[in-house]
């Protein structure tokens, strides 16, 4: 992606957040995406309302910036985003938010069950790890995710414990619907733990979706 198409790509993703109405009130946001291979265009600033290109930086995957200056907070937020496009060479855009549904398993620290039928169409067929809080931009808690991601191989997704959710994506458009039905799954989870809970899918089901997924990925 060129610098122009992924700021422009952040800006539609970062609009249709707050369409879809998965924002937290804080409208505390962040995002990026790859540019070429080794860098990636990241919003500046927590807040992510009306964003606009002027609040975008250009920073390497070593967290140098190469254009533009981030707020100095953002700076521990950067080793997260660098890390998950070292760790996964499919992956074009990143998002993290405070959606209160998946907040919520955040703040439970527990795992979001894959049990919603959309969560597979968007390539989720397995449930979305949390990992332990620590420090934000900390050695731990980047080590944390790095891990989540080694033991969750086809994750697109990790909840950050008593903060948030991490999800990514090959684009930020495809990371923005893929966080859409993650905050769906999960407020599907906590309506449906009123009725007694949600169920898994029928046997089998879950590996027959990974096994069409790897293939069509070959
Ligand atoms: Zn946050």
Known sequence: MTEEDAAAALIQAAQGLFEAGVMSASGH????????????LITA???VRGLQSSQLALVNLDGKVIRGSLEPTMREIVDMHTLIYRQRDSVGAVIHTHSPGLLAFAMANRDLPCRYEALLRFGQA????VVTWAPRGSHRSVEGIAEALGRSAGTMAVLLGNHGVLVFGPDPAGARALLVVLEEAARGELAAAELGGSVEFPDGALEE??????????
């Open 209 to 218: 979706v990974r096994r069409s997924m790897a293939r069509a990925r070959q």
């Open 126 to 129: 397995e449930p979305v790890p």
């Open 29 to 40: 946001a962040n995002l990026s995406a790859r540019v070429e291979r080794e860098q990636m």
């Open 45 to 47: 600033q927590g807040g």
